[in-house]
């Protein structure tokens, strides 16, 4: 498999915690990381633009790696150069990390959308960067992987695509549930995350596999230090309620 690396993170690049309401306002990155971002979303806009994907989930392996810290970035980035109007959305329906790392109620949200009858835009959450809209997570479901395999799914991503000039998804990992593979068949493409020294490479392997490389537009290496991350349940974090259904593999 030949999946193009995109960019690396370096440890210091944030000093947010799971725990805080400030994903989105955090002043204290160094300049060394605010550059990283800045190259990372040339280099994405780039791609995208070249393969014609303009909606991307961001996805790893495992918990843990970096996916809502990146997609933040990714987006506030993206937003911020005034020519995009960028969506964020919270496909992590389970968690819905990044609803809450930015201040905003967690419903309604997208599950709202999937079991019917909210609109898209009466979804939309404007948030403080201007060309930046969100929609959260939504109220907590029973079977997201099957709800987001459905046509529901399908029509919000194709309204999205019309009112937005790029979509950017927060997408649950890959191998501890089904949910990323149901949002394969939807979003043109992933962004991959992989958090060096925290997930074992055969991981990595596996889940890039699962989404193959047609898929991926990149890899992420996130290479912040582990230390933190005691509160983790170690690789399959604290998805888990219901075992990964195979159905939904392909
Ligand atoms: N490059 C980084 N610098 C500092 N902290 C980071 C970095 N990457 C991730 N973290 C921290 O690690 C934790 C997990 O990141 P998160 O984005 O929530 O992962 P995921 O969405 O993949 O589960 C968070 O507390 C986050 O702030
Ligand atoms: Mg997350």
Same mark, same amino acid.
Request: charge should be positive.
């Given at each position: 498999?030949?999946?193009?690396?995109?960019?690396?993170?370096?440890?210091?690049?944030?000093?947010?915690?799971?725990?805080?309401? /400030?994903?989105?306002?955090? *002043?204290?990155?160094?300049?060394?990381?605010? %550059?990283?971002?800045?190259?990372?979303?040339?280099?994405?806009?780039?791609?995208? /633009?070249?393969? *014609?994907?303009?909606?991307?989930?961001?996805?790893?392996?495992?918990?843990? %790696? +970096?996916?809502?810290?990146?997609?933040?970035?990714?987006?506030?980035?993206? !937003?911020?150069?005034?020519?995009?109007?960028?969506?964020?959305?919270?496909?992590?329906?389970?968690? +819905?990390?990044?609803?809450?790392?930015?201040?905003?109620?967690?419903?309604?949200?997208?599950?709202?959308?999937?079991?019917?009858?909210?609109?898209?835009?009466?979804?939309?959450?404007?948030?403080?960067?201007? /060309?930046?809209?969100?929609?959260?997570? +939504?109220?907590?479901?029973?079977?997201?992987?099957?709800?987001?395999?459905?046509?529901?799914?399908?029509?919000?991503?194709?309204?999205?695509?019309?009112?937005?000039?790029?979509?950017?998804?927060?997408?649950?990992?890959?191998?501890?549930? !089904?949910?990323?593979?149901?949002?394969?068949?939807?979003? /043109?493409?992933?962004?991959?995350?992989?958090?060096?020294?925290?997930?074992?490479?055969?991981?990595?392997?596996? !889940?890039? %596999?699962?989404?193959?490389?047609?898929?991926?537009?990149?890899?992420?290496?996130?290479?912040? %230090?582990?230390?933190?991350?005691?509160?983790?349940?170690?690789?399959?974090?604290?998805?888990?309620?219901?075992?990964?259904?195979?159905?939904?593999?392909?």
């Amino acid at each position: 498999m030949k999946i193009p690396f995109l960019s690396l993170f370096s440890g210091n690049g944030t000093r947010i915690h799971r725990e805080c309401e /400030d994903l989105l306002n955090v *002043g204290e990155e160094d300049s060394v990381f605010r %550059e990283t971002i800045r190259s990372l979303r040339s280099k994405l806009e780039y791609k995208a /633009d070249m393969a *014609g994907w303009k909606v991307l989930g961001i996805t790893s392996s495992i918990a843990g %790696e +970096g996916k809502t810290l990146a997609c933040v970035k990714i987006a506030v980035s993206m !937003a911020s150069t005034k020519r995009k109007r960028v969506l964020l959305v919270d496909a992590d329906v389970r968690k +819905g990390s990044l609803s809450r790392g930015m201040g905003i109620p967690i419903h309604p949200g997208l599950t709202e959308f999937l079991l019917g009858p909210a609109t898209l835009e009466s979804l939309i959450r404007q948030t403080a960067v201007q /060309d930046l809209s969100i929609i959260s997570a +939504g109220r907590s479901i029973s079977a997201p992987a099957d709800v987001l395999s459905g046509d529901r799914f399908r029509a919000f991503v194709i309204e999205a695509r019309k009112e937005y000039d790029v979509v950017l998804m927060d997408c649950p990992p890959v191998l501890p549930v !089904a949910d990323a593979m149901s949002i394969r068949e939807v979003v /043109d493409g992933f962004i991959f995350i992989y958090r060096a020294g925290f997930t074992p490479l055969n991981m990595f392997q596996q !889940a890039t %596999e699962e989404i193959g490389e047609k898929k991926i537009l990149g890899v992420v290496l996130n290479g912040v %230090e582990p230390k933190s991350d005691r509160y983790y349940g170690r690789y399959y974090g604290s998805y888990y309620t219901s075992p990964k259904s195979k159905d939904h593999q392909g």
